[in-house]
């Protein structure tokens, strides 16, 4: 039962898996072996050789640069900074953004002790600094560590004189108003536009 254990133990500590779904994964793969833990134990080695950080952007990939920096089709002079490789896929898949990307690899945090040295800023500015960006659109979190970290990258990207956008925030589609918290309805004002 030990190495049962075990798995059930490693399968956890992943998102969205507790104790009782690892259980019922191991459950279902001891079943056949063969046919799914076998074939997931090769793909896992295999991804884990397989798969590095992006030195243009820090996404992961196979190849160095990634995919997305190397397809040429991309708007080069649009670079959008992302908190982590989480965020630029969901932005990939919803094909809402059509240039670069910069992965700063978490937001400023007091409380957890992450400081601007903890980040991938100094790479972000020495992209900017070799020239060839045309405007950086911050799309990180709308909470507090996310605004934070918005404003310390304001005040570090002005001196380039590179136009600075963030993403709007507010009403999402289909949303009501009587549902929604707040600071959403706060920040949806304060971002209006004239029509």
């Keep these: 039962m030990e190495p049962i254990e075990h798995l059930v133990g490693l399968l956890a500590k992943l998102p969205g898996f507790g104790r009782r779904s690892a259980r019922r994964a191991v459950l279902k793969m001891l079943m056949q072996p063969e046919r799914t833990m076998l074939p997931l134990a090769d793909a896992l080695r295999e991804t884990a050789a397989a798969v590095r950080p992006c030195t243009d952007c820090g996404n992961l990939d196979t190849q160095n640069p990634c995919g997305i920096c190397a397809d040429a089709k991309r708007e080069r002079g649009l670079v959008c900074v992302v908190e982590g490789v989480a965020d630029l896929w969901a932005l990939e898949r919803a094909q809402a953004h059509r240039g670069l990307y ?3 690899g978490g937001t400023l945090s ?4 992450v400081g601007p040295e903890d980040l991938a800023v100094r790479p972000l500015l020495a992209r900017i600094e070799a ?3 045309d405007e950086v659109i911050l799309a990180l979190p709308a909470t507090v560590d996310g605004a934070t970290t918005v404003h310390y990258l304001i005040d570090r990207l002005k001196p380039s004189g590179v136009p ?3 993403l709007a925030q507010g009403v999402p589609m289909g949303g009501t108003l009587d549902l929604l918290d ?11 536009r004239s029509v």
């Excluded at 007091?110 to 002790?113: F, I, M, S, T, Y």
């Design 102 to 104: 910069h992965v700063l």
């Design 110 to 113: 007091a409380l957890a002790g």
């Design 131 to 133: 020239g060839g960006v």
């Design 164 to 166: 600075v956008t963030r």
């Design 182 to 192: 707040e600071g959403t309805l706060s920040a949806a004002l304060k971002a209006r």
